[in-house]
Structure formats: C-alpha cells, structure tokens
C-alpha cells in the first residue's frame, strides 16, 4: 500500500534528520542492537500471536504466553541475551522481550527480580550455585514480598522465617490471612522458585526482613511442595499474560544456606551476624530496577505519543471556508496536547541515561568504599522513579483522548500502553510514598547546608538561596538558564517553607518528628515532586548540550527543552508566582513564548516522533502506523472481529429471534 500522502510530506518538509536524533537518544551502537533486537522478534513466525494478546481469553493467553516463553528460552541462548551480569546483554534481552510480548509476560519477574535478587544479595557462593541454574531456566522464579495487608510498609510484613539449629533449615510460615504473599509476578502457575522476604526469627529473638531462596514447587513434576499452596489471583486491570499469584506457607522448611547471606548471615548454632553497611546497599539491586523503570516510562510515552502525532497528521477534521479540511495536528490545541507529550517522553528519556550513569558513578564510588552518595542516590531515583511514571501516564491518556473516538478502540494501541506503564506508579515503590521519602530527605539536606555541610552534586544548589537573577531575554540559551534558575528557587522556596511548618510544629504542637512530618505531607510530597521535575528540566538540557548533534538538530531540540521547561513552570504557575521565582509579567513573557515555540516544533512534530525508531509492531496500532494508511486498518482491525465469524450471530437465534416471535404471537 503506498504511503498516505499527508504523512509522506510531514516528513519531506521536515527540516530534521530522525536517524540523527535516534542516535543521540540510543547511541549509535545502542540504536543497532535496539533495532536488531526488534527486527529479531519481529521476524519469527513464533512470536506473531502477541500482537493479539489484548484479544485473548486468559487461559488462551496464558498458554500462548508460556509457549512463547519456550521458544523465548532458546532464542535467548542462541542470541546471546543470557548474560544477566552484563548490562549491555541485560539492556538488549529486555528490548528483545519488550518486542516478542509488547508487555508483561510470564518469567517478566524471572528476569527483572528474581536474577537480579540472586546477584544483589547472594554471596559469590550462592551466586554459583543459583545463578546458572536461573539462567538456563531450570528454576523459575519470581520476587516474593508483597502481602495481602502490607506492600509499601515492608517492616509490616507477617511471614516468618524462624532457624531450627537441631535441623539447620528455617521454617517459613504463613501465620495469618492477612500475611498471605499476593501479586508477585509469575508466582501463580509459572514459577518453581521464589526470593522471598519474611521475619528472621532466631530463638524468639525478630531481626527483621531478609531474603529467602525458596522453591516452591517440584522440578520434575510442577507440583506445589508439601507445605506450599499457590494459586494466580485472577483477571487485573493489564498484564493478564503475566500469572501474577499469591502464596501460603504452612511450617515449609529450607536448608540454613537458602538464607542469602551477602549482607547478613546465619551460622550453624544460629549466631546472627551482619555487615556494618548503610541499609541503602542492601536495596541496590530495587534502586537499578528504579532507574530502569525512568527509561520504561519514557519509552511508553514515546509509544504514545508515536501513534498520537502520525495519527494527527493523517486525520483532517473541520472544512474551512474553502472547503479544506486541515490535518488536526495543525491546530494549536491539538499542538498543546501533543507537544508536551513528545518533550516530555524526550525529556525523561535523557533523565534515565543521565540516572543510569549517576547510578554507575556512585555504584564505584561504593565499590572503592565510599558510601557518602547513597543518600543523594535514593533521592534521584525515588523521586525520578515517581515523577516519571505518573507524569508519562497522565500524557499517555492525553493522547489517547487526542485521538478522538478511534483512541478509545484497542486498535489505537494506547490502552495497552496505558495499563502497562500505570503499573510503573505502584511497583518497587508506590509514587506517594517514594515522594514522601524524598520530601524529608530534601528537609535533611536542607537543614546540613544550613549547617555549612557540603552536599552531594545533585543536591549543592541547596546552598544557594539568593532569587533567580537571570535576566529574561527568550532567546534559547539564557531562557534556559532563566527557567533552571527559576525551578531550583522554587525547590528552595518550598524546602524552606516545609522545614520551617515542620520547626514550628514541632515547637508548638508539642509533636514528635514522626507527628510533625505527618502534618506537612502534602507540602512534603509537592517538594519532592517539584525537585523531579527540576530534575528532568536539567538532564533534558544538560544531556542536549553535551550532544554532539548537527547545528539544525541541536537547535530543534534546544526549543523542546525550552518548551518543556516553559510548559512545566506554566502549568505550575502558582507554587512559582508564590515562591517570588518569576514574577507576574515574567510568566505572561514565557506564556506567550511558549506558544511561539508550538509554531517551531511543528514542522518538525512527525520527524520527532519517528526518531523514536519504534517498529510497527512495538505500536501494535493501527493510528500509529508507519505508512499512515489508518482508515484501512481501522477496517481491517474491525472485520477481525470474533463477533463478525458468522453473518448471524447464534445469539439471534437462541433468544433475539424466540423474543420477537414471542411479542408476534402476542399482537
Ligand atoms: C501489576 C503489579 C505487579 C506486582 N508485582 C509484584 C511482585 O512481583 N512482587 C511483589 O512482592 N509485589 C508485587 N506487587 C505489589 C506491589 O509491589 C505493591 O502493590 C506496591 O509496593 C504498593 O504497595 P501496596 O499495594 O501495599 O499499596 P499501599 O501501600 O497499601 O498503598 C495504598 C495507598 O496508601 C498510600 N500510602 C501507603 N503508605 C503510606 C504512607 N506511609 N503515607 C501516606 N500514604 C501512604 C499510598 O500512597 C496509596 O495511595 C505488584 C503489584 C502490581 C499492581
């Protein structure tokens, strides 16, 4: 089919090159491996049936998904993606998975949490021992936290693990209905094994949460364990492929050396030992999961935002006087929804590279002893972690809506975007109470600058607390050190506020810290959420100067940044206002730029989003097509009906049909 004609001239009368911003996105060498990876998944014949998953009935989908996951286990042998120790193989399995399923699948967990579990808190002897048998799928497994009552708070967690020396085994134990494991995926019917968290009991005494390698089932057989009974708790909002389960121990015993001991060990007799390190090194391996999943929220509002914007090029709606219907994408409230969806995706993408590479520093600076970051780390990814998963949700709805009625039909593709990346605000950390978090961390830092103490890189601006004196002028560069100014007085202005509301309660109340900190979440929560903002503001524009992209490129993308930055101080504007970090005619300034700048991005909005580099099948939509021919899919998708199998519906002649006879007879 040729290509549709308004989306050919979007990208004739671009003045951008995509392939060149799809390598500074991914790196040269990265876009290749990402697109082999796709191309991989998207040529076998094995994988063709997930672009239907949406469609299935559960036990269909489950069985399809499991059988994928087979041929899954032996490509990933013959390509090489089985190394979990090297983060270039971890990086290109996880697109190659991403392309085969479009979603959660299975062994998702296997790979994303129950390897990496292995390998962040086994010893080097537990991680010979487990490893290879993870790797070549002998053990499935899954990450097994989570309760029935206690998810955030962890300490809350009822299972327990109490050590018998007379045997040298733990007994792991379900007390109550409330201490059932519930939501780990893979768990339900997929897996044999599990990490799982419960209370170390050794004689009476609780040392509290450690992790458990636990098989659960029989290796030849499937069966459930004496001891063991697991079940899939049933249909969810997304992910149906993914058999997410729930769990009840009764007195089930394992070996004493199941216990993995990198950070805290059991002897024989039942001495307790453990290793004098902060606590955030034991939750290394969920802070990488966190970074990952800023580059996983990113990618889903590229998807998005991908069908939104090829979709507004090939729709027209609205005959003006002349008779011709324009594209939707040249209206400006068409632009103002998709506009900020594509900065944002770009935005949060260099935010995870930018996170990733923070994440590798201080990682070293960890290895050679210095744990001075840690603090600085769990704040950046906490509150990245939150921010971009919320953020690229509420824009990944806006384009849905902007695709008119056709976004609300499966074949748009964004449904499915949606469920998939909604998951990314609740696991490894719901978004409130990661905030929360990194609201009283920025108070702690606050109060050590005070202090004279010098902070960590991310957090130094801290320590300046004099107004934005930039001057305004809107020309690219000085307007984006005018917004980077403004957006780190704001965050000092609200730090300030917090620390002092929390002081004085503290003072008046008569209330302990706990009670204090209780009584100013919400300015706590809009701190932290105001700094991850900033943040991605800063690594957007820090991660395009440093590019080394052509001059028309570099400059396209210097107006996204400072569209973003502009759009996130105008849609916020009165926390800024208040905080004195612009004033009334400065705002009135950026707004009118703002809309100058959908003028700039426009020509440029199709290339934009093809730079993304997502295939056909990644969309799995009929809006975002390459070739732009929607209407013919739309057609096509909607003849595939299973309702259209027959011309006559058996239904008409069970009950349609014995009704008008019934109402016939009685005329
Ligand atoms: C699709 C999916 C997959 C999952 N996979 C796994 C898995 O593989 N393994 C596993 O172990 N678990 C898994 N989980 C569970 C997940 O990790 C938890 O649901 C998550 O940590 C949130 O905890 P919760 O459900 O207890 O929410 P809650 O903590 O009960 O949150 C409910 C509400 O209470 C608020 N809240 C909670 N605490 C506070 C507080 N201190 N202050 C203010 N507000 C608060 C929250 O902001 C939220 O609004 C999965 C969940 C989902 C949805």
């Known amino acids: 089919m040729p290509t549709n004609t308004d989306i050919a001239a979007e990208r004739a009368n671009s003045n951008i090159n995509a392939r060149d911003l799809t390598f500074t996105l991914y790196g040269e060498d990265g876009a290749y491996r990402r697109k082999l990876a796709f191309e991989r998944a998207d040529k076998d014949q094995a994988f063709e049936k997930s672009k239907k998953f949406s469609l299935m009935d559960r036990d269909k989908l489950y069985d399809e998904a499991i059988r994928m996951e087979t041929v899954v286990a032996q490509r990933l042998q013959e390509y090489g993606y089985n190394n979990s120790k090297d983060i270039q193989t971890f990086l290109d399995r996880g697109y190659f998975l991403s392309a085969v399923f479009l979603g959660v699948h299975p062994f998702a967990i296997h790979f994303g949490g129950f390897i990496p579990s292995i390998l962040g808190q086994g010893t080097p002897e537990q991680i010979q021992e487990f490893l290879p048998k993870a790797e070549c799928m002998e053990y499935i497994g899954t990450y097994c936290q989570t ?32 201490a059932i494991k519930f939501w780990p995926g893979g768990l339900g019917r997929s897996c044999n094994y599990a990490v799982l968290m419960a209370q170390l009991v050794i004689t009476g005494k609780n040392y509290g949460i450690h992790p458990f390698m636990c098989q659960l089932r029989d290796l030849n057989t499937h069966q459930p364990l004496p001891g063991v009974e697991v079940g899939d708790i049933n249909y969810k909002f997304g992910g149906n492929a993914l058999d997410n389960g729930y769990l009840i121990l009764t007195h089930y015993r394992i070996p004493r050396t199941h216990l993995l001991m990198k950070y805290a060990q059991v002897s024989p007799d039942g001495t307790y030992t453990r290793q004098d390190v902060p606590p955030q090194i034991a939750y290394l391996s969920m802070t990488f999961l966190r970074t990952i999943l800023v580059t996983a929220s990113a990618s889903s509002l590229a998807k998005a935002a991908t069908i939104a914007t090829r979709y507004s090029a090939v729709r027209r709606q609205t005959a003006n006087r002349d008779g011709i219907e324009r594209q939707i994408l040249d209206y400006q409230t068409q632009q103002m929804k998709l506009f900020p969806a594509i900065c944002t995706a770009y935005a949060l993408h260099f935010s995870g590279a930018a996170l990733q590479s923070a994440y590798n520093d201080i990682l070293a600076s960890v290895g050679n002893g210095d744990m001075s970051r840690l603090s600085e780390l769990h704040c950046l990814t906490s509150g990245l972690k939150a921010y971009s998963a919320d953020i690229s949700s509420h824009h990944i709805e806006v384009c849905r809506r902007s695709c008119g009625g056709h976004g609300y039909s499966h074949a748009s593709g964004i449904p499915d975007i949606y469920q998939q990346n909604v998951i990314n605000c609740t696991v490894e950390g719901e978004s409130t109470v990661l905030y ?232």
């Open 436 to 667: 929360l978090q990194v609201g009283r961390s920025l108070v702690k830092f606050l109060k050590k600058a005070d202090s004279g103490e010098k902070l960590p890189p991310a957090l130094a601006f801290l320590s300046e607390s004099s107004p934005p004196t930039a001057k305004l002028t809107l020309r690219t560069e000085s307007t984006l050190d005018f917004c980077v100014s403004v957006f780190k007085y704001n965050i000092v202005q609200l730090s300030r506020a917090v620390t002092h509301q929390i002081a004085q309660s503290l003072s008046t109340n008569s209330v302990n810290l706990e009670a204090a900190l209780a009584l100013h979440s919400l300015e706590l929560v809009k701190t932290a959420q105001a700094f991850a903002q900033y943040l991605t503001v800063l690594m957007f524009v820090d991660g395009v100067k440093g590019s080394k992209l052509n001059p028309k490129e570099k400059l396209c993308m210097l107006h996204m940044c400072e569209f973003y930055a502009i759009h996130n101080i105008v849609e916020e504007s009165g926390q800024f206002l208040k905080n004195e970090a612009l004033n009334a005619e400065q705002l009135s300034q950026l707004c009118q730029h703002r809309t100058f700048l959908l003028t700039k991005l426009r020509p440029n909005a199709v290339a934009l989003v093809d730079a993304f580099d997502y295939p056909d099948r990644l969309l799995n939509s009929c809006l975002g097509r390459y070739d732009g021919n929607v209407y013919e899919a739309l057609y096509e998708y909607a003849k595939d009906s299973t309702l259209n199998q027959h011309q006559v519906h058996p239904s008409y002649h069970k009950y349609i049909k014995p009704m008008q006879q019934a109402i016939r007879a009685k005329l």
């Open 147 to 178: 309760e029935l009552s206690h998810g955030s708070f962890v300490r809350g967690l009822e299972t327990t693990a109490t050590y018998d020396k007379s045997t040298e085994e733990f007994i792991l134990h379900t007390p109550n209905l409330s």
